[in-house]
């Protein structure tokens, strides 16, 4: 147990230096995007991007999670997966390059006709490393994986902002995109010591079909549903207003990225070893839910406050309009690790197919917020996806009691035990005369003060672990 748990902090450190490095340069470079290009623009790439996101799961087809938790893998399984992976990244670029003028039409923009054509070549370069990256989640060898992450996404978000200052437009983030795919491909072929042999077996993948066939069906309906915002709202309002949408959701994504993603990436493969050991399943999986809550309520708090000056600071005036949309989003940041959390006890314990079904009712609830924005508008819509998020939170929790067995209690006590001091800050924002950044500012350590004596009094699993953790960092420092 020592030497996962070893494997596991390894992992798990070098994930978040990854992420906090990637996600580091990728917040700069989009700094420089958002002030060189305009929001219509950014609006256009997401509109083509939602295909090309949703039919990314038919290259994986599931295969990579179940790679990841069957225990009993050979070369010519790898290699036959490889494969057919290789085989559905052609297909779907010959077939996107030649629907392209539909989806333009489908916007009733031509440009994005162009846009998918370029961008469809991204699913040649990402089936060629699909295999390579679960073999390393596998070994929970997240060193290459995170070198590979940020080195690729650098270069190509640099790229991206010399084609800005070239005057390339919107193909500056097209740019980024392409060359980001290809340089981490490249990259993994040559530092992850796996290549294919020249084997395929059918045989091989039946074997695997049975788990990572509701994986896919999950991936895909989960994929629709989280894109149909981007889709709606591309369809019924203009490119500029899905612009200044999908700002406040890349910086909520954000904090989820710095805060609780590595955890969520790195547990998946931790839990899946651990799936016949209820007792220790458990222990591991309810200190992760408490480190989540922690540090997700805790930036939650400090960016309600300060979002809107940080938005306007880092790109500019006129990116106003997304403040109020990214004020609502953030109250829901911690809602999607939590829930990805519990999504991994169901699938490291092989429950896949409860997960299908129950994937099912969470994408039928998340279709209400979509009808608020048709019919309302989109501050509302963000009102109501809040909603539902913890509405879905609430429905994850009592699905896990019932079929992992994993209590309620427990569950409800760690998600929301911090959440006391972040609604008092929210009241005080909006009812104590803020007017300048100053006081914005002094409101916001205030409530990082309140929030961390709150949780020292109450003692609160993630901020133990995060103080232990922190004094053993000083103390290997010293």
Not at 71 to 95: E, H, P
Not at 417 to 427: V, Y
């Amino acid at each position: 147990m020592s030497t996962l748990k070893n494997r596991s902090a390894k992992a798990f450190a070098w994930n978040i230096a990854g992420t906090i490095l990637r996600q580091g340069s990728g917040f700069i470079i989009s700094i420089f995007l958002a002030r060189l290009l305009e929001p219509a623009e950014f609006g256009l790439v997401g509109m083509a991007m939602v295909f090309i996101s949703v039919s990314q799961v038919f290259i994986d087809v599931g295969f990579a999670s179940a790679l990841i938790q069957n225990k009993d893998n050979t070369n010519l399984t790898y290699s036959s997966i490889f494969y057919l992976n290789f085989a559905a990244g052609l297909v779907l670029t010959a077939i996107f390059y030649l629907s392209a003028p539909f989806i333009g039409d489908f916007y009733g923009d031509a440009e994005i006709t162009s846009l998918v054509r370029w961008l469809s070549l991204i699913f040649v370069f990402n089936s060629l490393n699909l295999v390579q990256t679960s073999i390393l989640k596998r070994k929970l060898n997240f060193k290459v994986l995170t070198l590979r992450n940020v080195i690729a996404s650098t270069v190509g978000g640099v790229l991206g902002v010399i084609c800005a200052f070239l005057d390339f437009g919107v193909y500056s983030l097209v740019v980024q995109q392409i060359v980001t795919a290809i340089l981490g491909t490249i990259l993994l072929w040559t530092t992850s010591g796996w290549k294919p042999d020249l084997k395929f077996s059918w045989y091989e993948v039946k074997r695997l079909s049975g788990f990572s066939a509701f994986v896919f069906f999950d991936q895909f309906t989960s994929t629709i549903f989280r894109k149909l915002d981007i889709l709606l709202i591309g369809k019924v309002f203009s490119a500029a207003t899905l612009g200044f949408y999908t700002r406040a959701v890349s910086l909520k994504d954000q904090v989820i990225l710095y805060t609780t993603t590595s955890l969520v990436s790195v547990f998946y493969p931790v839990l899946s070893g651990l799936q016949d050991n209820h007792q220790e399943y458990s222990r591991v999986y309810f200190k992760v839910i408490s480190v989540v809550a922690f540090a997700s309520y805790a930036l939650t708090g400090l960016l309600y406050i300060m979002g809107g000056d940080i938005i306007i600071i880092l790109f500019g005036d006129k990116w106003e309009p997304s403040i109020p949309i990214f004020q609502i989003l953030i109250l829901a940041v911690c809602t999607a690790p939590i829930n990805g959390m519990m999504v991994n006890a169901f699938m490291s314990k092989g429950r896949s197919k409860e997960n299908f079904y129950l994937g099912l009712i969470r994408k039928l609830i998340k279709v209400i917020p979509l009808l608020v924005a048709y019919y309302y508008g989109i501050f509302e819509f963000t009102v109501a996806v809040v909603i539902a998020e913890y509405f879905l939170t609430a429905m994850n929790m009592y699905f896990t009691k019932k079929i992992l067995k994993i209590p309620l209690s427990i569950h409800f006590r760690k998600i929301f035990e911090s959440i006391i001091p972040l609604a008092i800050a929210i009241f005080c924002f909006h009812f104590v005369d803020l007017p300048h950044i100053l006081s914005r500012v002094m409101l916001a350590f205030g409530f990082l003060a309140v929030y961390l004596l709150y949780n020292y009094l109450i003692q609160t699993e993630g901020l133990l672990f995060v103080w232990e953790n922190f004094r053993k960092y000083l103390k290997n420092r010293k």
